[in-house]
């Protein structure tokens, strides 16, 4: 199905939804479930927590659906209820870990490049499950003030404006996280697939 | 690809010259904008014209292209049928209250 049809038959279901028919809000609980579950599971990093977070999002999605207005697609409304709730289990967890939920000392934006270099194609040094396993160590070792940004813009396409939202920062600050989670992840990547033999930059800029 | 990227077609040697009004800092700042395509033409040629000189930010540049591709392409994560069933449970539920 083309996205103009796929947009329309979503604007078409929750219409029917919003006039109370449930199939149809549950047709828009099968196409999202699984982006859903993902994004959830990325940020909490188990698999009972994203559950939790899964049913907590589409049972407030319901809830509320007649504040939902239409101006963006039903997705970017559900994903954001959908990280909130996830960060808000991720602050509780932390609180009862007696870690500090200030992760704003870690907010410094003036991450320089370090390990410049090229890169090998990976399927030539691993195999897919140590590529994937390199990915999810990389990502998760992130934090995670920059690791949702990452994956709610690089990932799941989200516009920055809403993602600015939904965590409530200013959209240049959600801009300069990216920059940060992306460049973040680069480094660690080039640890695992630089190119051997190939030179090295500093990371010292030389203009 | 946006036609901002197809600027490094056309770089003459003139705009090749302004590189000297950008350096790599401005770069990184810059990157994200270049990367989603919504540098503005000016910036976005000079930004080139700096790239054909600087190996070090191609290879950031590039390098940073590609890890947001490995996590894009990456098989994404099934949902577990019982996970499926017990939120479809658990609506049904809520809609039996109604």
Not at chain 2, 15 to 23: C, G, I, V
């Amino acid at each position: 199905m083309d996205p103009s049809n796929r947009s329309q038959r979503e604007h078409q279901l929750v219409r029917l939804a919003q006039a109370g028919d449930v199939e149809s809000f549950e047709t828009l609980v099968k196409l999202h479930a699984r982006r859903i579950y993902r994004v959830a599971y990325r940020i909490v990093e188990n698999s009972e927590d994203a559950e939790d977070v899964l049913q907590e999002t589409f049972l407030k999605a319901f809830e509320s659906l007649q504040r939902f207005r239409r101006e963006s697609s039903f997705y970017t409304w559900i994903v954001q209820i959908a990280v909130n709730a996830a960060l808000q289990r991720v602050n509780q967890r932390r609180k009862r870990a007696a870690i500090s939920l200030d992760e704003r000392r870690e907010e410094d934006n003036s991450f320089r490049p370090q390990e410049i270099v090229v890169w090998e194609d990976p399927e030539t040094l691993y195999s897919q499950k140590e590529t994937r396993v390199i990915l999810e160590k990389a990502i998760s070792s992130l934090p995670l003030i920059y690791r949702s940004v990452f994956l709610l813009k690089d990932v799941e396409h989200l516009p920055v404006e809403a993602i600015a939202d939904s965590l409530g920062i200013s959209v240049p600050a959600a801009k300069s996280r990216l920059i940060r989670a992306r460049l973040e992840l680069r480094e660690s990547l080039s640890r695992h697939f630089r190119k051997k033999g190939a030179p090295v930059f500093s990371g010292e800029p030389h203009h | 690809m946006r036609p901002c990227f197809q600027a490094n077609l056309i770089i003459s040697e003139d705009r090749a010259s302004l590189d000297a009004t950008m350096d790599c800092k401005k770069i990184l700042e810059e990157l994200n904008l270049y990367i989603d395509g919504d540098l503005d033409r000016d910036l976005c040629e000079r930004l080139e014209a700096h790239l054909k000189d600087c190996e070090r930010c191609q290879i950031v540049l590039d390098t940073t292209k590609k890890t947001i591709q490995f996590y894009r392409d990456q098989a994404p994560l099934e949902l577990p049928a019982d996970v499926s069933e017990r939120l479809h449970s658990v609506l049904r539920a809520r809609w039996k209250r109604q």
